[in-house]
C-alpha cells in the first residue's frame, strides 16, 4: 500500500516549456486535489476532482490543467510554464468521509527558469 | 472562501507546552484539521474537530470554539522532533480544505 505517489519528485523547465505531474494514489479514493505550496502562503487549492471523469477549478487554476480519467490517478499540466509556477506541488486524495483525513504525497519541486 | 491567520513563528524549550492559535472566517463550516510539516515533506495529519470542544491525542491537543471561528493546537512535553510547521485548515461543504500560512515552531534544548 503506496498510499499517494508523485511522479516526478524535481524538474526544471525553461519558460514556456510544458510538462505533466502525475499522481496516483491506491486507496480507492474519491477525491483528490493538487496544491502549490510558496513560502509564507501555506497550501492553495489549484484544482480538485470528487470522482472519476470530473475535475473542478480551487482557488488558483490559472496556467494549469488538470484530468481524471481513471479513479486513481489524478494529471496536473502546465500548457507554457512560467516563473511565476515555480513552486512545490502537492497533490492530496480521500475519501471525503467524516473525519477522514486528506493523505498528501511527497510533493514535486518544480523551478522554472 | 475561508480566511485563516495563524502566528508565524514560535519558539519553545524542550519538555515546554506551547499553543498554536488558528482564527478562521468560513462560510460552510465542515471541520478543522491540524497538520504537521516538517522542512522538505508533505504535511500528515494531527487532529480534527467539527463539534466544539477538546480533542486530545497523546501529547497534541485541538480544540474548537464554532461561534468564535477559534481553534487551537496543544503541544506537551515538547520533543526536539516537534520543531515543524503546523498547519490550521478548515474543511468547507465540498470537502475542499482551505490553509492557513502556517505556524513554525522551533524546540530549543
Known amino acids: 500500500n503506496a498510499g499517494v505517489t508523485q511522479t516526478p519528485k524535481f524538474r526544471v523547465l525553461k519558460t514556456g516549456q510544458s510538462m505533466t505531474l502525475l499522481c496516483a494514489q491506491d486507496?480507492?479514493?474519491?477525491?483528490m486535489y493538487w496544491y502549490r505550496q510558496d513560502p509564507g502562503m501555506g497550501l492553495r487549492l489549484i484544482h480538485y476532482s470528487v470522482g472519476e471523469g470530473t475535475t473542478a477549478k480551487g482557488e488558483v487554476p490559472d496556467g494549469y490543467n488538470v484530468s481524471r480519467l481513471k479513479k486513481q490517478n489524478f494529471l496536473l499540466g502546465l500548457e507554457s510554464a512560467a516563473p511565476s509556477q515555480t513552486s512545490v506541488y502537492f497533490c492530496a486524495s480521500s475519501s471525503g468521509e467524516g473525519s477522514e483525513t486528506q493523505y498528501f504525497g511527497p510533493g514535486t519541486r518544480l523551478l522554472v527558469l | 472562501g475561508q480566511n485563516i491567520d495563524q502566528p508565524t513563528e514560535m519558539t519553545a524549550t524542550e519538555g515546554a507546552i506551547v499553543q498554536i492559535n488558528c482564527t478562521y472566517q468560513?462560510?460552510?463550516?465542515?471541520?478543522l484539521f491540524w497538520y504537521q510539516q516538517h522542512a522538505g515533506e508533505a504535511p500528515t495529519f494531527l487532529s480534527y474537530?467539527?463539534?466544539?470542544g477538546l480533542e486530545e491525542k497523546g501529547r497534541f491537543s485541538s480544540f474548537l470554539s464554532r461561534s468564535k471561528g477559534y481553534s487551537y493546537l496543544l503541544l506537551k512535553e515538547l520533543q526536539m522532533k516537534d520543531s515543524a510547521s503546523y498547519l490550521c485548515a478548515v474543511r468547507d461543504s465540498d470537502y475542499k480544505l482551505s490553509f492557513g500560512a502556517g505556524t513554525t515552531v522551533t524546540v530549543r534544548a
Open positions: 486507496m480507492n479514493h474519491e477525491y
Open positions: 474537530n467539527v463539534l466544539d
Open positions: 468560513t462560510s460552510g463550516f465542515n471541520g
